[in-house]
């Protein structure tokens, strides 16, 4: 009885073998034949590769590449100097100091971006609460020497809106500056006249 | 102790507190605006809201305010009640209806409170779509800038200026949602104490003028525990660097010394730090022409002086670590302390009395605690303007007696002072002029110190027969038995002063303290004020009778020839004569200084030493408190801490040094307290300097070189120049700033409290180090002032001023704003007769000093105060009796930013 059992099993085993190879020769042929027939195919297809620097990339306009300041739409810096891009930094490259002019509105008395040190996170554009740093898709900065990655105020700041045309903080805020007193921000009162006994 | 139960845990609490205190001191997060540790609470702000329940069956409970309700035994409150979360967001959402959206240009932003508790109620967007209500600014002054669309009506900063220091012009004006916080006109505000509301407004209405030149936020600032120079108190402090300039100073908690605030000069008058008169390179000056020299040829210079006799002249307001190593380097009996041997008398007596167990000296928070006190002959607001505000506590001890008695707690503010209305404890001050402190003094003596000292004398007879007698005038016999026996009556009393006096008064001061003692059997506190901030240990460390006259002279005697000074301006100290005569006659002057001086223009060796914040030090305040202030910044130059220069050992440390001075110098045992136990630090890590957010540090640099610097690294204390390591989470008297998760502003400093306004978690800071000694001294004989031969001249006595009498931080720009040109102040009665008018410039004596006159109606005929300006007039040249010349009237230099409440109005 025992013995009768393990014919039956051996005989099982040798059908199994040779269906698998089998099986395989038969894949393995197709599969073979099928990638040679795509290759060849290939060539026939229309390049996704462009003839980079001939022939420029579209870039889309939300890609993170080379830092901007810009400016409000009346043409006056949109950095406050308010250092939360420089918190949010997490290689720490930007460093600046804050400074007034006299006509009560803050800005960077300088502005100092480490390229170098740069990750293109964009969490210093989230960060901005007056839309001033921007990331802009232009990603050709590549420099013989890495000094020249240091970019200043000088270099950052463009004569444009960049990518948010209307935002001007200063129009919202309630901080006067000069031309804009007190009260004459976006849904503000005019100032309270504390001598009135007026409700 | 009481138990409450708040969210199902119950606590051990204090029931004299309210359930917001409680809440805080166990470490729970509980939005609040209005209620402040020092001002008591007023339940303005409705932030604080809490659930509280009857009882364990009680399930409905009720919203109650937690700054209004006191921590009973028993009662149950819950925090985290949805109710009462909706309630405190609602609430923020109303106080934010008209906030301005300027965060981005607000200087609190980052360490504001109304930011964290915005964050910890959740409101996060603005649903109001009406007008915002706008308020205009004013100007306030070189210190404070105003911002009024920021306020939400906490009432914090009129409760502060108004009610805890005293200030007349700043008020609540205006009524419902027009409620504004300002002055009556523009105009600078008057007290000085205004750098506080700084702290004191939870959001940016105040904000700090100075800092905002030169801004930083609170995270990029590199910070560490240091101590105020601007007097001796010894105010902890956190001073703040960036880019390599002190930017601001902020108040760093000590339950013992100055609690929650400090003045305006110790805020406002750092910058003498950046000024362009620091000393940034050794020199050699030959003929007037300088050469540069190496700090191998400095050391040499100082080896060469180890070796020949040098006199060494130290300052009190260098470190002890700076006198210490001069006094090793020229030896005890060469080393003179650089002081005027008045002031150096008085230093002596200070300390001997501070050893004297009849006698206490009492610290800030003691100071609040007496219930009767006497100024003798010391204009503390503008001497050591923290204690001031002290005083203005104490005199409400009255109030909260009389709370006590009604059981009314004594947070309960608005109640208190209803009850007491304007019932204080008495205050008696005795003084040459109408002092700052006046509108609370129960009694004003003002008249010459000869008088006065006659009056104290009197005062201590009156109080113990024993005591030598004196006889007041008749028409003041009457106030010194009542101030006699308030004295006696009370249960804590102080007798309060300092060197203005001279050693006299303050022998009178300790007759009365002793004469007290005698009746009471235990130590009566008596505190006695020095004027700069190293004046004690300085005055520990100098030999009797080494004082600045006693250098001069040897030096004049042609005894030596080369001498050393350290940090001292002796032009300050002795007749600008004598000095000049004896600099003269030395053959090599070596002064070792951080700023220029009129002494370091005399220097044939120019040595440049580091500023407060450039160094680790320890000072001795006037109770005999030494304190350690760590290093802040590097100094980018030559300087280096006078010690290491002095010092002919290389190896040597902070620590090594303060364990030598402690086992070497006499009184200084104990010393070595001080220094932190790095034993407790976690896996031996350093302290921080900087905050976990500090930014820019691989872009501050690089337009020098793309090629970061490795970060510094301090050999001398447990903290880094970096932000490496683990910032202390319990001991913060070793902290970079306060900040504890959702708490960014100074408030944080609850999380590192034992108990809310109590001491810190690590207990008091600073080592004492005037030990008791055995024997009590008795009775000072009667030593009266000389009386005027002739009635023709004035009476001089010195008068003081909180910006400028300081000749470091008179320096400061903000501070050199709020100075004033020097002035003499006279009854209406002797510039009549003296055909003198307010504003007239005068010349002092014959000398060739003039001062613009100041009529004053509360001083006393016969008498005048005359403030020197920043040593524009020299004081030890002038006889004790002057006579005055007009020279003409000058408007331009007037009295401006003069302060004081009796100016006499009549033809000005």
Request: glycine share 6%; charged share 20%; hydrophobic share 40%.
């Amino acid at each position: 009885m025992m013995q009768k059992k393990a014919i039956q099993g051996k005989k099982h085993a040798t059908n199994l073998v040779e269906t698998i190879m089998l099986s395989l020769f038969k894949d393995t042929f197709t599969s073979q034949v099928k990638t040679l027939y795509q290759v060849f195919m290939h060539a026939f297809v229309k390049a996704d590769t462009v003839e980079y620097p001939e022939e420029q990339p579209y870039m889309f306009p939300r890609w993170r590449g080379r830092i901007i300041l810009s400016r409000d739409p009346d043409g006056e810096e949109r950095c406050v100097a308010c250092n939360l891009c420089a918190c949010a930094c997490p290689v720490d490259c930007i460093a600046l100091q804050k400074a007034e002019t006299e006509d009560g509105r803050w800005y960077p008395e300088f502005f100092r971006i480490n390229f170098s040190r740069c990750i293109m996170c964009g969490f210093c554009e989230e960060a901005c609460p007056t839309n001033a740093i921007q990331l802009t898709p232009d990603f050709e900065m590549a420099e013989y020497i890495r000094q020249d990655m240091v970019w200043e105020k000088e270099d950052l700041l463009i004569n444009g809106t960049g990518k948010y045309h209307d935002y001007n903080f200063y129009r919202v805020a309630g901080m006067a500056i000069k031309g804009k007193g007190k009260g004459m921000a976006q849904n503000e009162a005019p100032p309270v006249n504390v001598k009135s006994l007026l409700p | 102790m009481a138990k409450i139960v708040i969210d199902g845990k119950t606590y051990e609490v204090n029931p004299a507190n309210n359930l917001l205190q409680e809440c805080l001191s166990q470490g729970l997060d509980l939005p609040y605006f209005c209620w402040h540790p020092c001002m008591g609470s007023v339940g303005a702000c409705r932030q604080c809201a809490v659930k509280q329940f009857r009882n364990a069956e009680d399930t409905k409970g009720a919203l109650v305010m937690a700054c209004m309700t006191p921590a009973n035994d028993g009662a149950i409150i819950s925090i985290e009640d949805p109710q009462a979360q909706k309630f405190r967001a609602q609430v923020i959402e109303s106080l934010m209806i008209s906030h301005p959206h300027d965060c981005p240009v607000c200087e609190e932003g980052g360490e504001c409170h109304l930011q964290d508790m915005t964050q910890m109620s959740g409101h996060n967007y603005r649903r109001y779509d009406k007008k915002k209500v706008t308020h205009n600014n004013q100007y306030l002054g070189p210190f404070i800038n105003h911002e009024m669309n920021r306020c939400i009506t906490c009432y914090r900063c009129v409760r502060f200026y108004d009610d805890y220091a005293g200030g007349t012009d700043l008020s609540a004006q205006a009524s419902h949602h027009h409620v504004y916080f300002g002055r009556h006109e523009e105009g600078v505000l008057e007290s000085e104490f205004s750098g506080n509301l700084v702290e004191v407004c939870p959001t940016g209405v105040f904000t700090d003028k100075v800092f905002s030149e030169h801004y930083s936020r609170k995270w990029d600032l590199q910070t560490a525990p240091s101590v105020c120079v601007g007097c001796a108190v010894g105010c902890n402090t956190t001073p703040g660097e960036r880019y390599g300039s002190l930017r601001r100073i902020v108040n760093r908690y000590n339950s013992e010394v100055n609690g929650y605030f400090l003045c305006d000069r110790g805020r406002f008058g750092f910058e003498f730090v950046n000024s362009d008169e620091r000393i940034r390179e050794a020199q050699h000056v030959v003929n007037g022409s300088s050469s540069p020299l190496t700090d191998a040829q400095v050391k040499s210079v100082f080896a060469e002086l180890k070796s020949a006799q040098a006199i060494g002249i130290g300052s009190p307001r260098a470190s002890n670590e700076a006198n210490y190593a001069l006094r090793c380097l020229v030896g005890e009996e060469n080393f003179y302390a650089g002081m005027s041997a008045a002031e150096f008398d008085c230093v002596q007596l200070h300390i001997q009395l501070a050893r004297d167990p009849a006698f206490h000296i009492p610290s800030v928070r003691e100071i609040e605690q007496a219930d009767a006190v006497l100024i003798l002959g010391e204009d503390v607001t503008n001497v050591a303007p923290r204690i001031a505000l002290a005083l203005r506590q104490s005199v409400r001890n009255k109030a909260k007696e009389l709370a006590a008695a009604c059981k009314i707690p004594q947070w309960q503010d608005a109640a208190v002072r209803e009850l007491a209305q304007r019932q204080n404890s008495p205050l008696c001050v005795l003084s040459p002029y109408a002092t700052r402190l006046d509108d609370i003094a129960s009694d004003c003596v003002i008249d010459s110190y000869a008088v006065l000292t006659n009056v104290a004398y009197a005062i201590a007879s009156a109080i113990a027969p024993a005591a030598p007698e004196a006889k007041p005038a008749r028409e003041r016999a009457e106030l010194v038995q009542r101030v006699a026996a308030q004295l006696l009556s009370a249960r804590r009393p102080l007798i309060i002063a300092g060197s203005s006096g001279g050693a006299v008064m303050l022998r009178a001061a300790a007759n009365i303290a002793k004469a007290l003692q005698g009746s009471r059997h235990s130590p009566v506190d008596l505190c006695i004020l020095a004027q700069e901030v190293n004046s004690v240990g300085l005055g520990m460390l100098a030999g009797s009778g080494q004082n600045l006259s006693a250098a001069l002279a040897r030096i004049a005697r042609g005894a030596e020839s080369r001498a050393i000074v350290l940090e001292n301006d002796l032009f300050l100290r002795a007749e600008h004569g004598a000095v000049a005569a004896a600099i003269d006659k030395l053959e090599q002057l070596v002064v070792v200084d951080h700023i220029a001086t009129a002494t370091t223009q005399r220097a044939d060796y120019l040595v440049p030493s580091t500023a407060f914040s450039e160094h680790e030090a320890t000072y001795i305040n006037y109770e005999g408190r030494a304190q350690l202030s760590y290093q802040v910044n590097r100094c980018h130059s030559q300087a280096q801490p006078a010690w290491r220069w002095l010092h002919t050992q290389s190896d040597m440390h902070v620590a090594n040094l303060v364990d030598r001075c402690a086992a070497e110098a006499a009184g200084f045992a104990g010393l070595q307290a001080v220094l932190p136990d790095t034993s407790q630090f976690i896996a031996g890590m350093k302290i921080p300097r900087q905050s976990h957010r500090y930014s820019g540090r691989t872009a501050m640099k690089a337009n020098l070189n793309v090629h970061e610097p490795k970060q510094a690294v301090d050999t001398e204390s447990p903290m880094a120049f970096s932000m490496e390591g683990i910032p202390s989470q319990k001991n913060a008297s070793i902290l970079g700033a306060a900040w504890a998760p959702q708490w960014n502003s100074n408030q944080s400093i609850s999380k590192f409290q034992a108990e809310v306004n109590g001491e810190l978690k690590q207990g008091s800071v600073g080592a004492l180090l005037l030990q008791k000694q055995a024997a009590s001294g008795g009775f000072f004989s009667h030593d009266l002032l000389a009386r005027p031969a002739s009635n023709d001249g004035l009476q001089l006595a010195i008068a003081y001023q909180i910006f400028g009498s300081d000749e470091l931080s008179a320096r400061s720009p903000a501070i050199r704003e709020r100075m004033t040109a020097p002035y003499i102040s006279l009854s209406p009665a002797d510039a009549r007769s003296r055909g003198l008018a307010q504003g007239d410039e005068v010349a002092i004596a014959d000398t060739k000093f003039t001062a613009t006159v100041c009529i004053r109606s509360r001083m006393q005929d016969g008498t005048a105060a005359l403030y020197c300006g920043a040593n524009e007039i020299d004081q030890f040249s002038l006889p004790t009796q002057v006579e005055l010349s007009k020279t003409g009237f000058n408007s331009a230099r007037g009295m401006r930013g003069l302060i004081v409440s009796d100016l006499h109005e009549e033809g000005y």
